[in-house]
């Protein structure tokens, strides 16, 4: 298994530009979350799908960021315009519904995607 | 309150010894609890998860949870310096709109030291 992949693996742009980081999950994986990471603000979760459909975007910064899962193989999560406080380390993970509850919880991350902002 | 708290640390341990990592949550209706290990610049990877009260072993790694407490803890006996790594706490609500979504603590750094 590949496990998650996602792209780029580094980003960097000037303020004001649009980024697209995408997201390839494991599969047969139906839940797939976009997650943050600063020193000062730890793992965030931004959003998560069940079944392409999202279901807490709760974690979305602002109207500046939006996630779209348009098959069950690949999600985008879109800044635009990009502002240099968005700079972070951009995480997708993905999991899977079971048989048994626990299973859905555990989370396979993909390497991240670092996104430097200018 | 956080939701999670962890102890940011460093925690430093010497090599051989038995680290202890702490976490607590704040919501009684959290039933599952996860222990990722993350080495700088890479993504977090899963340990061990815990869903009943008591301890959980699987190698050099424990896992205890007291759920009345509200306490998740992660013992490594005999520490190696690969052991050296941020450990990210994380708890989850199963049921209802929260199902499948984990909310992380701020991570304990560890060095263990030669």
């Known amino acids: 298994d590949a496990g998650v992949i996602q792209s780029p693996r580094h980003e960097v742009t000037e303020m004001g530009q649009e980024v697209t980081l995408r997201c390839k999950p494991i599969s047969g994986h139906d839940y797939l979350f976009w997650y943050r990471q600063t020193m000062m603000r730890g793992l965030e979760l931004l959003i998560y799908?069940?079944?392409?459909?999202?279901?807490?975007d709760s974690g979305m910064p602002e109207d500046r960021f939006s996630a779209k899962m348009p098959n069950a193989s690949f999600s985008t999560l879109k800044i635009q315009p990009s502002e240099p406080r968005d700079s972070a380390v951009y995480f997708c993970?993905?999991?899977?519904?079971?048989?048994?509850?626990?299973?859905?919880?555990?989370?396979?991350f993909g390497p991240g995607t670092r996104l430097t902002v200018l | 309150q956080k939701e999670v708290e962890q102890n940011s640390g460093p925690l430093s341990v010497p090599e051989g010894a038995i680290a202890s990592l702490n976490c607590t949550y704040s919501d009684r209706g959290s039933q599952s609890f996860f222990w990722y290990r993350q080495y700088s610049g890479k993504s977090p990877e899963l340990i061990m998860f815990i869903y009943s009260n008591g301890d959980k072993e699987d190698g050099r790694f424990t896992a205890q949870l007291n759920k009345a407490s509200q306490y998740v803890s992660l013992l490594i006996r005999d520490s190696q310096p690969s052991d050296s790594a941020t450990y990210l706490c994380?708890?989850?609500?199963?049921?209802?709109?929260?199902?499948?979504?984990?909310?992380f603590g701020q991570g304990t750094i560890l060095t263990v030291h030669p």
């Open positions: 799908f069940n079944n392409n459909v999202p279901i807490d």
């Open positions: 994380a708890v989850n609500i199963v049921g209802g709109t929260s199902y499948g979504k984990l909310t």
């Open positions: 993970a993905s999991s899977m519904t079971s048989g048994g509850v626990p299973l859905a919880d555990t989370q396979y």
